[in-house]
């Protein structure tokens, strides 16, 4: 059976580590942009790779169901890096929240039950998410494990995150990491492994907009 790792995000990130984890095995390269998406899998198919692709919107849990059942009708799915995203310069705090918290949220819960044996993912977070004050338990907790469906719905998101794009973004980081560590045991009982991942600035066309 062919092994497969699928890349949410058709950026400068997520080739990047598709290039270093996806040697021998059939890359499904998702994005919201089609035409984006296969420029990056033009790219990777001239450095060697096998690339099937996959138009996505991640705010979606539909299109991401999609998506799951596309990667495992190709095959095991050994991999997901997660690096579909948009910045506070790129929307609003509402579609922000929408695709970067959310979104995330859907892609650990669908993608978890599907994992292989042995399979790992990748969620990229920020740095942005660490430079919040510090929450209170009760907030990080209700990120991390609040029902999906009424993530957007938290108290604490309302009056502030909804209305200031740089917060809704930090919140949606944070909700990440936090997000990771909640989904990682069930993950493991599947006897795989799912980590996040803050960056720095990276000189990126999204890291670009910020300037």
Known sequence: MKEIMVVIG?????????????????VLLADLNTDNCAAAAQSLRDAGFTVETSQVDVSSRQSIQHLVQQATALGAIKGVIHSAGVSPSQAS?????????????????EFGPHIA??????????????????LTVEQNEALAITPTEDLLSLPFLQNTAFSDPLLAYQYAKRGNALRVMAEAAKWGQRGARVNSISPGIIFTPLANDEN
């Open 93 to 109: 705090p509402a579609t922000i929240l929408q695709v970067d918290l959310y979104g995330t949220a859907v892609v650990l819960e």
């Open 10 to 26: 058709a950026g400068a990130i997520g080739q990047a580590i598709a290039r270093r984890v996806s040697q021998g095995k059939t």
């Open 117 to 134: 044996s042995g399979g790992c993912g990748i969620v990229i977070a920020s740095q942005s998410g660490h430079r919040l004050p510090a």
